[in-house]
């Protein structure tokens, strides 16, 4: 009886307090730096403070990356858009004139060249997640919103840079610069087993960066465990 009573005690003190846990899921978004369609596998890990009341308050890291083949003219005509506004898109031989007058490109061949980029997403995200309990269910629903910042990169945008540092001499291309905040939303199902300091999720989340060259929403599917302690 004194076991059980132990076990419980530590049960009831670790759902109060403060949660740990981990994420895997899958993304899907339109790379602002080539804009193709991109998915791919995310993962990474949270901590919840529970609130009075119904509510959690969550901080999570979310890593996600996804690799895609992209012909060089392509991603240029992307590029030179976004930046500076000119659209070559339906016009290549446009492209190959304004890259040898402006950049000084001599090797107007390499437009024609594939190659692998991998797109690079770190999110950090503060989420204030409202439960609804059914009974003495251990299964509660729950909705959420909050604010966060995602980190993206491409490799795209490197290997540009440096073809742009062999061609010229120096390159203003800085591939890690992409910094943008974010709006935002998820809605999930938590399952609390009896008795252990453990609760399983299953969430949909839903993220808007802000702010020049941004890209699309980015949504993802996500499961995850929490530990409290």
């Known amino acids: 009886m004194q076991k059980l009573f132990v076990v ?14 981990a994420r895997v899921g899958y993304y899907g978004t339109v790379n602002p730096f080539t804009g193709q369609d991109t998915d791919g596998p995310a993962f990474g890990g949270q901590i919840v403070l529970p609130m009075a009341g119904l509510f959690d308050l969550e901080f999570s890291g979310t890593y996600a990356s996804s690799k895609s083949d992209i012909v060089m003219s392509d991603y240029l005509v992307n590029y030179v858009n976004n930046e500076y506004g000119i659209d070559f898109s339906n016009n290549p031989e446009g ?22 980029s991998t797109y690079h997403d770190l999110g950090l995200a503060a989420i ?19 604010m966060g910042v995602h980190f993206t990169a491409s490799d795209a945008d490197a290997l540009l840079a440096a073809i742009e540092t062999q061609t010229q001499g120096s390159t203003t291309i800085d591939p890690y ?28 989340n839903y993220a808007k960066p ?20």
Request: avoid cysteine; proline fraction near 9%; aromatic fraction near 14%.
């Open 177 to 204: 610069d992409h910094i943008h905040p974010a709006m935002m939303g998820v809605v999930g199902l938590s399952f609390s087993p009896p008795l252990l300091p453990l609760s399983f999720f299953g969430e949909f």
């Open 95 to 116: 492209l190959r004139t304004y890259l040898q007058s402006q950049w000084g490109w001599s090797d107007p061949a390499m437009l024609d060249e594939t190659f692998e």
């Open 8 to 21: 419980l005690f530590a049960a009831a003190v670790a759902f109060a307090g403060p949660k740990v846990g």
């Open 128 to 146: 204030l997640k409202l439960g609804i309990p059914l009974g003495g269910s251990p299964l509660k629903p729950y909705v959420g919103g909050g």
């Open 210 to 229: 802000m702010g020049d060259e941004a890209g699309d929403a980015i949504n993802s599917f996500q499961l995850g465990v929490n530990f409290g302690f």
